[in-house]
């Protein structure tokens, strides 16, 4: 049985407390999107009490990284624990950002996402390939490097979602062919399966990610194996975001 899609907005450090009626909106527009779909936004942790408030329903929101420890000396970091505290029941870890700008391994993308699920989160793992590595032919042998390093043992269905953002695709305007993401979404699948059965790979979401609009969505939500979104710049306006969800089949 195909996973419920989950159609995830990530608003990156963008949105204070003025920026919330644009949740609101979102919030009471989740009702009317169809049946049987998941929707999220990551805002900023500094407006993710505020943020939880809001959300209900089929709209949840959650956290956009975390540090893999509990609690301690931290200073400007926010832990999974404490995200959960304030209403978030998702976490992004390993964004392409997180990854270029703190210089985080797979080995901390895999100790962040074991950190949100002792403190009972979904961990969004994400993964992609640079254009240097896309151009060299190497798009499979990364993700399945990145897949495999930064997933732990103890995949559940419902406690990880991998999202597939192409690193040259985020933020550009730019989308890799339907035929390119059939096949990166193709081969994560098979990689789960050989790693976790068929059985826990198939509820397993695989989201994509980089470049999703409206105009684009339809189309990329209805590739095999893309189980739903996961929506920078688009998520930030609730008409697009509305409208990216409404396009999911
Ligand atoms: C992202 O940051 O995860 C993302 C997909 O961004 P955008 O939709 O703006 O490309």
Redesign the pocket.
């Known amino acids: 049985m195909k996973p419920t899609p989950l159609i995830a907005g ?1 608003w ?1 450090m963008n949105g204070q407390l003025r920026q919330l009626p644009e949740l609101e909106t979102i919030a009471s527009a989740a009702a009317d999107v169809g049946e049987g779909k998941e929707l999220l936004i990551c805002p900023p942790a500094t407006i993710l009490s505020a943020s939880a408030g809001l959300c209900h329903g089929k709209l949840a929101v959650g956290g956009q990284d975390c540090h893999a420890e509990a609690s301690g000396a931290h200073t400007g970091d926010v832990s999974a624990e404490m995200l959960a505290d304030l209403g978030a029941t998702y976490v ?1 870890v390993g ?3 997180r990854r270029a700008d703190h210089g985080e391994s797979e080995a901390t993308v895999n100790a962040k996402a074991k950190a949100a699920w002792r403190a009972g989160l979904t961990a969004i793992i ?1 993964i992609g390939e640079t254009e240097a590595e896309r151009e060299a032919g190497k798009t499979l042998e990364i993700l399945g490097g990145q897949l495999a390093g930064s997933l732990p043992d103890g995949v559940q269905a419902a406690n990880t979602v991998v ?1 597939y ?1 192409p690193v040259w ?4 305007g730019r989308t890799p062919t339907i035929e390119d993401v059939k096949a990166a979404h193709d081969f994560l699948r098979e990689t789960l399966s050989k790693r976790f059965g068929d059985e826990l790979a198939n509820g397993i979401r695989l989201l994509y ?4 609009k409206p105009e684009n969505a339809a189309a990329l939500l209805a590739v095999e194996n893309v189980d739903g979104a ?6 930030l306006k609730a008409a697009d975001f509305i409208a990216i969800c409404q396009a999911c089949p």
């Open positions: 990530n990156k992004i964004h392409s950002e994400c999202a953002e695709a985020i933020g550009t990610g980089g470049s999703v996961l929506i920078g710049g688009a998520s």
